[in-house]
């Protein structure tokens, strides 16, 4: 059985940072690009970021271009989400999701099989 659970969320005040962590299981990690997404009320799952299952390949939305970076560990089978900067229009739910095996990192939800329940984010003005 997959499971993916994302920790490191939290309040905080606008300019600050958090680090978000999903702990992958019941499946081969490495086989699977990663990704983010977030859900603020009222609003569509939206993208956030990607990365390939090599690492080797990164996209994100425009939005968090420069602010964010994601990465892994393949060898604790988990992906990070470093948010730097942040801003209240980042207040949203974020998910953790994993892809398909072996292809290459996609931006829409439906290319994700596998997802976590997800880990608040709240940013003060």
């Known amino acids: 059985q997959v499971q993916l659970v994302e920790s490191g969320g939290g309040l905080v005040q606008t300019g600050g940072s958090l680090r978000l962590s999903c702990a992958a299981s019941g499946l081969t990690f490495d086989w699977y690009p990663m990704g983010w997404f977030r859900q603020a009320p009222g609003q569509e799952r939206e993208f956030v970021s990607t990365i390939s299952w090599s690492g080797g390949t990164t996209l994100y939305t425009d939005s968090v271009k420069g602010r964010f970076t994601i990465s892994r560990d393949n060898a604790e089978n988990t992906v990070y989400l470093q948010m730097n900067s942040l801003k209240p229009e980042d207040t949203a739910v974020y998910y953790c999701?994993?892809?398909?095996?072996?292809?290459?990192?996609?931006?829409?939800?439906?290319?994700?099989?596998?997802w976590g329940r997800g880990t608040q984010v709240t940013v003060s003005s």
């Open positions: 999701a994993a892809g398909k095996r072996w292809h290459a990192p996609e931006t829409t939800p439906a290319s994700f099989n596998y």
